[in-house]
């Protein structure tokens, strides 16, 4: 069956999954609501995919959109409750990881063996950890990242030009501190959905 054609460019080794009806489906719901895709997507087969800024329920609709539209295989996490059945099983093939948020080290080591047990293998979360206003980021998805020995792929929301854009790949180094914060400074561009959450404005970010 002939592919649909991509929103934006994807690298072929990319993880992907879906088909010409849902990824048709996505893009006409991005369109009428006034959204679109931009950047590209890299030809990496594993990565750490960080979203933001985060400061609102609407992010997490709108970013699983454009992965839809773009037939992306991204896999994310979400609360164990969340996962009963029936809903379990839909949310699994979205991507969905069940997490005890009282067992982080499990949620760690169960993302790290994602990345060695698969050829490809995409993780996706928000580095605020929160829609709350912060200034300091969680270290996890740069831990992950480091350990996994895989780049940073940044995703943003931009509410004001309702623009979901794929960044440059971002390569972490073993200080956290420098590397938020260049990430922060290049996520200052976009502006949130909630801009007097969004703590990458602040001049102590």
Same mark, same amino acid.
């Given at each position: ?25 996505? *893009? $006409?719901?991005?369109?009428? /609501?006034?959204?679109? &895709? #931009?950047?590209?997507? =890299? ?5 750490? +995919? ?6 609102s329920n609407w992010d997490f609709p709108f970013g699983v959109l454009s992965l839809f539209a773009l037939g992306?295989?991204v896999h994310w996490i979400g609360k164990h409750t969340l996962f009963r059945w029936p809903f379990g099983v ?33 993780? *996706? $979360?928000?580095?605020?950890? /929160?829609?709350?206003? &912060? #200034?300091?980021?969680? =270290? ?5 990242? +480091? ?50 959450l969004n703590g990458m404005l602040s001049p102590d970010a």
């Amino acid at each position: 069956m002939k592919r649909t054609k991509d929103l934006i460019p994807v690298g072929p080794l990319f993880p992907r999954k879906g088909g010409r009806f849902s990824k048709t489906i996505a *893009g $006409l719901v991005l369109k009428m /609501t006034g959204w679109r &895709v #931009t950047g590209s997507v =890299p030809n990496v087969p594993k990565a750490v +995919l960080i979203a933001g800024p985060h400061t609102s329920n609407w992010d997490f609709p709108f970013g699983v959109l454009s992965l839809f539209a773009l037939g992306l295989d991204v896999h994310w996490i979400g609360k164990h409750t969340l996962f009963r059945w029936p809903f379990g099983v839909i949310l699994r093939r979205f991507g969905g990881i069940p997490v005890n948020r009282t067992s982080p080290g499990a949620l760690f080591r169960d993302v790290i063996r994602g990345f060695e047990d698969n050829d490809s293998f995409v993780f *996706g $979360l928000s580095p605020e950890g /929160t829609r709350s206003k &912060v #200034t300091k980021w969680k =270290p996890g998805f740069h831990r992950i990242a +480091l350990t996994a020995k895989v780049p940073i792929l940044p995703a943003s929301l931009d509410f004001v030009k309702r623009e979901i854009q794929f960044g440059p790949l971002f390569d972490p180094t073993e200080n956290f501190q420098e590397d938020e914060a260049r990430l922060q400074n290049y996520y200052r561009q976009f502006s949130a959905k909630r801009p007097e959450l969004n703590g990458m404005l602040s001049p102590d970010a």
